[in-house]
């Protein structure tokens, strides 16, 4: 095979490598990220959780300040009614004690209802809260998985680069350019094989004579399509 092709396929092999690590790393990086994501919103949901009984709590108090001063009304009531003197008024006392009743009664059930409440509310909080936990542990977890993956990405990587530049030290400055042009446009796909008698950048057929010269291997062809850099696959995974 043509040393300047051999040296072309290795040089692309070398560029579609490179551009795939930082995708690689980038992917890990969300592997960890939509866990922190589902451990913040378990936090904001925890947050909100706290406001929620704080505020159940708050009217909790208010229904037992006003039970009290229910109860002493009540006191005042009964007291009042040992000196009541007329019907009339002994009627007044005796709906003013059915209100206050039916008021106490009403804060009670109140007060028992903002309890229930809040028993439910600190339920989900708990199972939030363990659910956090665990969120954590895992996110622990990824995150030394990631961080390993990364590490071997970036070792990978300046193999890569290594042999890369080896490989430029003795490389043809026309040749490199020639490449670069088409590189421009083609990205990764510079120097394609060629399968079943087609360009594997444009997908397109080429014709006989160019296929017979690409096995040749001789001369660096170009796809008649799309100009693309040509080579038969098999033989570069021979040499
Ligand atoms: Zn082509």
């Known amino acids: 095979m043509n040393k300047y092709l051999q040296d072309l396929i290795k040089l692309s092999k070398f560029d579609t490598a490179i551009s795939m690590f930082e995708p690689k790393i980038e992917n890990e990086k969300a592997k960890l990220a939509t866990f922190v994501e589902t451990a913040e919103e378990i936090k904001a949901s925890i947050n909100a959780l706290y406001l929620e009984i ?4 708050s009217k909790r108090t208010k229904n037992n300040i006003h039970l009290s001063e229910l109860k002493s009304k009540l006191e005042d009531i ?3 009614n ?3 003197q007329t019907e009339k008024e002994l ?14 009664a009403f804060a009670n059930e109140e007060i028992n209802r903002l ?23 895992s996110i622990k977890e990824i995150q030394v998985a990631v961080d390993n993956t990364i590490e071997e990405i970036n070792k990978e990587r300046n193999v890569v680069y ?25 990205k990764d796909s510079a120097v394609v094989p060629v399968k079943k008698q087609a360009c594997y950048g444009c997908y397109m057929k ?3 004579k160019t296929y017979a010269e690409v096995i040749k291997s001789e001369e660096i062809i170009n796809c008649p399509h799309c100009g693309r850099i040509l080579y038969k696959e098999d033989e570069t995974e021979e040499a």
């Open 54 to 57: 704080d505020d159940i709590k």
């Open 78 to 80: 009964s007291k009042k």
């Open 82 to 84: 040992d000196s009541v």
């Open 91 to 104: 009627k007044a006392l005796q709906l003013e004690e059915e209100i206050a009743k039916e008021q106490i």
């Open 115 to 137: 309890d229930t409440l809040a028993e439910t509310k600190e339920e989900s909080l708990k199972e939030l809260q363990d659910k956090l936990t665990e969120e954590e542990e």
């Open 162 to 186: 290594q042999d890369r530049s080896e490989l430029l030290e003795k490389f043809d400055n026309k040749i490199l350019t020639f490449y670069e042009k088409i590189k421009r446009w083609a």
């Open 206 to 208: 080429i014709n006989d």
